[in-house]
T-cell receptor, first 114, second 116 residues
Framework: DTAVSQTPKYLVTQMGNDKSIKCEQN?????MYWYKQDSKKFLKIMFS???????INETVPNRFSPKSPDKAHLNLHINSLELGDSAVYFC?????????????FGPGTRLTVT | AQSVAQPEDQVNVAEGNPLTVKCTYSVSGNPYLFWYVQYPNRGLQFLLKYITGDNLVKGSYGFEAEFNKSQTSFHLKKPSALVSDSALYFCAVRDPFSGGYQKVTFGTGTKLQVIP
């Protein structure tokens, strides 16, 4: 069973298009995250939701809009895609239960904007 | 603000030799510290963590890390490296005083190359 899954795995699109990435976790965690990993492998947090509430919203262009329909799902919608959006996007989840703070990552979505 | 530094972009070690991947951190209080590993074209995978207690923590695949408060370090170690350990390693820190929100800051990553 896949703990944290993302779809699609690869996404190739043109500048100006709108696209969405979906994430689902079956770990029963209450917190989910979106990260962006650039070509130099730097990992930067974008958003985090706890029990469907947005709790972390880093400096990210307004073109990026997360949505959490329930605790097990976190989606990322990107409007008007730009070349600089090309990266690998990772979803992760964790639990706020005492003693457990590690994050579990999905396999990533490689977004290529042409 | 919390931060974490991995001073080495790459570490090369011969198979069978001990390995160390360095990490230093900065937080306002007592830190929560983590190590993750990323294999090519994969997501990050949790290795081990320090929250409280014994300064030496053991994790997956024979890895361990030592929390040193005076040096603000959390170096990752393994007594005998395997070629299969070759991967990208990330250190991460969470400031427990960041409230209930679990913002974790990741280091820039260290590529470990184990040479046969």
């Amino acid at each position: 069973d896949t703990a944290v899954s993302q779809t699609p795995k690869y996404l190739v699109t043109q500048m100006g298009n709108d696209k969405s990435i979906k994430c689902e976790q079956n770990l029963g965690h209450d917190t989910m995250y979106w990260y962006k990993q650039d070509s130099k492998k730097f990992l930067k947090i974008m958003f985090s939701y706890n029990n469907k509430e947005l709790i972390i919203n880093e400096t990210v262009p307004n073109r990026f809009s997360p949505k959490s329909p329930d605790k097990a799902h976190l989606n990322l919608h990107i409007n008007s895609l730009e070349l600089g959006d090309s990266a690998v996007y990772f979803c992760a989840s964790s639990s706020t239960a005492i003693g457990t703070y590690e994050q579990y990552f999905g396999p990533g979505t490689r977004l290529t904007v042409t | 603000a919390q931060s974490v530094a991995q001073p080495e972009d790459q570490v090369n070690v011969a198979e069978g030799n001990p390995l160390t991947v360095k990490c230093t951190y900065s937080v306002s209080g007592n830190p929560y510290l983590f190590w993750y590993v990323q294999y090519p074209n994969r997501g990050l995978q949790f290795l081990l963590k320090y929250i409280t207690g014994d300064n030496l923590v053991k994790g997956s695949y024979g890895f361990e890390a030592e929390f040193n408060k005076s040096q603000t370090s959390f170096h990752l170690k393994k007594p005998s490296a395997l070629v299969s350990d070759s991967a990208l390693y990330f250190c991460a820190v969470r400031d427990p005083f960041s409230g209930g929100y679990q913002k974790v800051t990741f280091g820039t990553g260290t590529k470990l190359q184990v040479i046969p």
